[in-house]
């Protein structure tokens, strides 16, 4: 029991001294993109807008599929009245001809748009996700890390780094001084015991931690991602398995779905202002699900000309309904459309509570 007792103190002694500003998060900036465009002719500029805004949307919502939704393509028909400033330049040394469009669109009306079609927006105060990454190649087994050979730290980085600035997600490594590596080892995290890994995470205080073994067998690298929420609580997300030819194949993908995972979980911001109309709480909104259920039947109400989300936090989210009448003919219109499709249930006010508008439960 002494000796238990003893290696946790030991344990806090050494987070103690840790230093997790020496990493700073990989840049990323939500409303720019380059693309290739055949010529400066109005036609090719504005199909390179709406080019453009793909990525950029990508990165606002964090689903990969908005941009083929109904108001995803709403938005990129309409993309150069969103164009706050662009120019021409060299093309990518990707792209074998045409030129490159530089673009940066208005991050605030985008958000507004999404916020007026109920599209939750991922919050622009990112914290950062820490990774964790262990690698073992043949009889070759090491950390990604502070103290990691920069050329080989650079040659597992660069396709994660890339990535991650393509969906908007910063990422920081952890320091790997000897503090930290009487904590964690390779083997720990080849082996999935994540442990240590968690206990000198929250010293880094991120916003995600995402853990990762990555083996290579002959020709084919094999990986396996852990998922977990950081700012000190560390409660598992999931796992999953990323297969494939190349190193960089497998990062790239590891790292996409990774970036889905945390903006689906993350807390999002939806822009909309109270303006005139009526405030309509709902409790048991726990996923993107929940949120378009509530907004489509609140839309769908007779009596509602708009509904625009206030504010989205765990477990409850805040709309404005613009009504035709008051807040008593939207309280009755909820109340005959839950009837029929037990949408929402209505709470009482609570004792003391001087919350306006109204108040319901999301049924399940």
Do not use: K
């Not at 969103?82 to 940066?104: C, D, H, K, N």
């Not at 995470?201 to 990986?223: E, F, H, L």
């Not at 709480?281 to 949120?291: N, Q």
């Not at 504010?311 to 219109?333: H, M, T, W």
């Amino acid at each position: 029991m002494i000796t238990s007792w003893l290696r946790r103190l030991a344990l806090l002694l050494v987070l103690s001294c840790l230093n997790p500003s020496a990493f700073a998060a990989t840049d990323v900036v939500l409303e720019e993109a380059m693309v290739t465009v055949e010529s400066r002719a109005a036609a090719a500029r504005d199909q390179g807008f709406r080019d453009a805004l793909v990525p950029v949307l990508l990165r606002l919502t964090g689903d990969p599929r908005f941009a083929d939704s109904v108001p995803g393509r709403e938005l990129l028909t309409g993309a150069s009245g969103y164009v706050q400033q662009f120019r021409f330049g060299e093309r990518s040394p990707a792209a074998e001809s045409g030129i490159g469009l530089w673009v940066r669109f208005d991050r605030n009306a985008l958000e507004r748009a999404l916020g007026e079609r109920g599209v939750p927006v991922w919050r622009t105060d990112r914290p950062a996700a820490l990774l964790w990454v262990a690698v073992q190649s043949g009889v070759e087994r090491f950390l990604l890390g502070g103290d990691t050979a920069g050329e080989l730290m650079g040659g597992y980085v660069a396709p994660i780094a890339q990535q991650a600035r393509e969906r908007g997600l910063p990422v920081i490594y952890p320091l790997l001084d000897l503090e930290e590596r009487g904590i964690v080892s390779i083997t720990d995290i080849l082996s999935g015991q994540h442990d240590g890994v968690l206990a000198v995470s929250r010293r880094y205080n991120p916003g995600s931690v995402i853990v990762v073994s990555v083996t290579r067998r002959g020709s084919i690298w094999q990986s396996r991602w852990y998922l977990y929420d950081g700012l000190a609580s560390n409660e598992y997300r999931g796992d999953w398995m990323q297969d494939g030819a190349s190193l960089e194949a497998v990062l790239t993908a590891g790292i996409d779905t990774a970036a889905t995972n945390i903006a689906q979980r993350q807390t999002v911001l939806a822009v909309g202002a109270p303006g005139d109309g009526v405030l309509v709480s709902v409790e048991g909104v726990g996923s993107l699900a929940d949120y378009r259920r509530v907004h489509d039947f609140l839309s769908g109400l007779s009596v509602v000309s708009a509904v625009r989300p206030l504010r989205v936090e765990p477990q409850r989210s805040v709309f404005v309904a613009d009504v035709r009448g008051d807040e008593r003919a939207l309280e009755r219109s909820i109340a005959q459309g839950s009837a029929q499709g037990s949408v929402l249930a209505r709470l009482p006010p609570t004792a003391g509570s001087v919350t306006p508008g109204l108040t319901y439960r999301l049924l399940r």
